[in-house]
């Protein structure tokens, strides 16, 4: 990678909970996507075009935050022919329901969620709060730093600047058929193959089409594409423990190697070799 257009990541064992991305003049795109943890980014330089299925598009520019609650769909991108320099911070979402428990914030909860999205994406555009992100995050990089110190300075700001300034606002999604929906997801969860949409209709005694208005108006994301970003979330955890990436793309059921390497890329914006030397 290039030093004008590069990108970074910083987690370690002693830490798990929590990994933060840099990247730097980046035209990556991503795909539509969702992640299992409760997420912050910022906008450094450049501008970005922030899309959900559960809300309307905004463009977000330097020194803007968005906060994503576990599992919302979404996806953030530069504008066309454009560059952005941003980083984003992933955390556990049972180890932010603790802190929020110690502050006394009555608003998520990954039990009540399960796999579904619970709370509203919301953007924030306050320089005190993106400074104390930013600081966080160069003191998380700094290897002079002792985890004991990280551990603590993220606790502070999260606790004392960061989760007290956010606004909690639950999704108001529809409530019928929920129970199909349960077993669908159980059904996936259960089976290591890809699962056709014909096959899940067989199997669950529902219409393809039901099925996908199912997927679309409570996850934001059609039966395939679920499928798919699960993957890759199970992908990321494996690879954080230093499964090889061959074993990796066999064990999720990918066709080969190269198919894999490909969606991988398509979600997290870096190829699986990339992912698990940073």
């Not at 450049?46 to 609650?69: D, K, M, N």
């Not at 428990?101 to 990954?110: G, R, T």
């Not at 985890?147 to 639950?170: A, C, M, N, R």
Request: proline fraction near 4%; glycine fraction near 4%; hydrophobic fraction near 35%.
């Amino acid at each position: 990678m290039s030093i004008e257009q590069s990108v970074e990541f910083w987690s370690h064992p002693k830490m798990p909970y929590v990994e933060i991305r840099r990247a730097c003049q980046s035209r990556i795109c991503y795909k539509s996507h969702s992640h299992s943890t409760f997420s912050i980014g910022a906008v450094d330089i450049g501008q970005s075009q922030f899309s959900s299925y559960f809300s309307s598009a905004q463009q977000i520019e330097s020194g803007s935050l968005v906060v994503i609650p576990a599992h919302i769909e979404h996806s953030c991108n530069p504008l066309p022919d454009q560059a952005w320099t941003y980083q984003m911070m992933h955390l556990n979402a049972d180890w932010v329901e603790k802190l929020l428990e110690e502050l006394h914030i009555d608003a998520y909860s990954p039990i009540q969620s399960g796999n579904f999205p619970w709370l509203k994406s919301q953007i924030i555009k306050t320089a005190d709060i993106y400074q104390a992100f930013s600081q966080l995050n160069l003191n998380l990089f700094d290897s002079n730093i002792s985890i004991l110190d990280k551990e603590q300075h993220l606790i502070e700001v999260l606790t004392g600047i960061l989760l007290p300034s956010f606004t909690w606002k639950y999704l108001d999604l529809p409530k019928y058929h929920q129970k199909n929906l349960d077993e669908l997801i159980n059904y996936l969860n259960v089976e290591n193959e890809f699962i056709s949409l014909e096959n899940l209709s067989h199997a669950m005694g529902l219409s393809r089409y039901a099925i996908i208005r199912l997927f679309k108006n409570n996850l934001g994301l059609t039966p395939h594409a679920y499928q798919l970003n699960k993957k890759i979330n199970q992908a990321r955890e494996l690879l954080n423990h230093g499964e090889p990436i061959i074993n990796v793309a066999h064990d999720l059921g990918f066709t080969d190697q190269s198919h894999f390497h490909r969606v991988f890329k398509a979600h997290t914006g870096v190829t699986p070799k990339q992912y698990q030397r940073n």
